[in-house]
Each structure stands twice: as structure tokens, then as C-alpha cells.
Antibody, heavy 122, light 107 residues
Framework: QLQLQESGPGLVKPSETLSLTCAVSGASISRSGYYWGWIRQPPGKGLEWIGNIYYSGSTNYNPSLKSRVTISVDRSKNQFSLKVNSVTAADTAMYHC??????????????WGQGTLVTVSS | DIQLTQSPSFLSASVGDRVTITCRASQGISTYLAWYQQKPGKAPKFLIYTASTLQSGVPSRFSGSGSGTEFTLTISSLQPEDFASYYCQQVNSYPLTFGGGTKVDIK
């Protein structure tokens, strides 16, 4: 059974860099055909796609965050990471990692981590 | 960017009710649409893909329909475990976008 688990600091100071890791168990992150993504949800609000990385290493980012976001993969540890720099209070959110898989017509987020709450505050 | 507008934002219903949620896309997305269910403090659960196909294990009381710009999620007979928030998501083009969500609450 595929499982994803986010980890990282729960509190980040304004202007600093938010760094999170998603550990994947039950499947290889290098297996062809899958994307690995990040989605966030501010308290009491809806879902926002941040970006994803394909098994090959290619990335796609939300233009609203693109200049501040980096997603990378560590194949040796079977995990992928998110960095968001120059954070502000608007980056306070629950951050979820998820797998995106092909279902014949489109690639969908089928497995999600429970999420980790990141608060940006001094 | 493709905007997804869900309606209603909030819905109050009773066990056994038939519930319908609408998701409208700002431009045509064929059937590249998913529906997710989210309960408080939990990760979203993948319910439906390609607008109308139920993910394995999802009860048959859930159904999805639509193509192009208008989509619906229907729960034929609301059960206690269905009280949650529901989100649509398009995967037609980047950036991937979600609807604003519909919270289904107990009447």
C-alpha cells in the first residue's frame, strides 16, 4: 500500500525558506509514469496546486508561486522535497504531498499524505 | 488559467437526501475532471476521475457527469459518513486548478 508522509518545520519566519520533505513508502519514486506533487490549503480555505515533478525529473509549477518554488527528488531516499523561499504570512497553510497517476484520460492525485501545517510568523 | 466555480459553497442536507454539486469551468476541459472528498483534518480522498468514473472502492451512491464546461457530482442517498467538503479539480492544462469547494453539512 502506497503511503506518503510529509515532514518539516511547523514554524518558519517571514522572508525565510520553507522546506518540506515527502517520504514515499510502498512504491519506488523512480517508477515510470508517475508525478509527485505538492498541494496546499490555507486554514479554512480551498486547495491550491503548488507544483509537481515527473519521474524523469521534469517539473511544473504554479505561476503564482513559480519564482519562489523548487521541487526536487532524492531517489536514494525515495523521497521528494519542496522549497518555498521568501515566505510571508500568506504561505501559512497545510501542505500535502501526493502522487499523480494516469487513469487513461488524465493524470490525477490518487494518493495523498496527511499533510503538515506550516505557520509563517516571527 | 482555467477557473473552476463550484456551487453551492455550502449545502445543508439530511441523511437519505439526494445531493447535487455543480462545477463550472471557465473554458472547455473535455472530461479532464476529478472530484475529491475531504473531512476535517484529513487528506482529500480521490472519488471520481474523467468526470464520471468512480475510483475503486467508492460507493455507487456517488456519481459524476458532464463534459466541456459543466460538471456535476451527485450523491443519490446521503449517508452520515458523506458529510464533508467536496472539491473538483481540472487536469486539462497547467496550472492545475481546484474549485472553491462545497461543504455538505447536516440539516
Amino acid at each position: 500500500q502506497l503511503q506518503l508522509q510529509e515532514s518539516g518545520p511547523g514554524l518558519v519566519k517571514p522572508s525565510e525558506t520553507l522546506s518540506l520533505t515527502c517520504a514515499v513508502s510502498g512504491a519506488s519514486i523512480s517508477r515510470s509514469g508517475y508525478y509527485w506533487g505538492w498541494i496546499r490549503q490555507p486554514p479554512g480555505k480551498g486547495l491550491e496546486w503548488i507544483g509537481n515533478i515527473y519521474y524523469s525529473g521534469s517539473t511544473n509549477y504554479n505561476p503564482s508561486l513559480k519564482s519562489r518554488v523548487t521541487i526536487s527528488v532524492d531517489r536514494s531516499k525515495n523521497q521528494f522535497s519542496l522549497k518555498v523561499n521568501s515566505v510571508t504570512a500568506a504561505d501559512t497553510a497545510m501542505y500535502h504531498c501526493a502522487r499523480r497517476a494516469n487513469y487513461g484520460s488524465g493524470d490525477y492525485f490518487d494518493y495523498w499524505g496527511q499533510g503538515t501545517l506550516v505557520t509563517v510568523s516571527s | 488559467d482555467i477557473q473552476l466555480t463550484q456551487s453551492p459553497s455550502f449545502l445543508s442536507a439530511s441523511v437519505g437526501d439526494r445531493v447535487t454539486i455543480t462545477c463550472r469551468a471557465s473554458q472547455g476541459i473535455s472530461t479532464y475532471l476529478a472530484w475529491y472528498q475531504q473531512k476535517p483534518g484529513k487528506a482529500p480522498k480521490f472519488l471520481i476521475y474523467t468526470a464520471s468514473t468512480l475510483q475503486s472502492g467508492v460507493p455507487s451512491r456517488f456519481s459524476g457527469s458532464g463534459s466541456g464546461t459543466e460538471f456535476t457530482l451527485t450523491i443519490s442517498s446521503l449517508q452520515p459518513e458523506d458529510f464533508a467538503s467536496y472539491y473538483c479539480q481540472q487536469v486539462n492544462s497547467y496550472p492545475l486548478t481546484f474549485g472553491g469547494g462545497t461543504k455538505v453539512d447536516i440539516k
